[in-house]
């Protein structure tokens, strides 16, 4: 597990392992830990615009 304080959205990189994948930490090379994979989804869903309400 990544042990890293912080990882920005742009660090995450996602790898195959086996048929599953895993999203990684460039810097580090480790899979996320599930409270910064929390965090990144967060990010991501803010970041693609469907945590919005459209009218």
């Given at each position: 597990?990544?042990?890293?304080?912080?990882?920005?959205?742009?660090?995450?990189?996602?790898k195959l392992?086996?048929?599953?994948?895993?999203?990684?930490?460039?810097?580090?090379?480790?899979?996320?830990?599930?409270?910064?994979?929390?965090?990144?989804?967060?990010?991501?869903?803010?970041?693609?615009?469907?945590?919005?309400?459209?009218?």
């Amino acid at each position: 597990m990544c042990s890293c304080p912080k990882v920005h959205f742009y660090e995450v990189e996602f790898k195959l392992a086996g048929m599953r994948v895993i999203p990684t930490h460039k810097n580090c090379g480790d899979a996320l830990s599930e409270q910064q994979l929390a965090k990144f989804e967060k990010e991501l869903i803010q970041y693609w615009g469907f945590g919005e309400k459209t009218a």
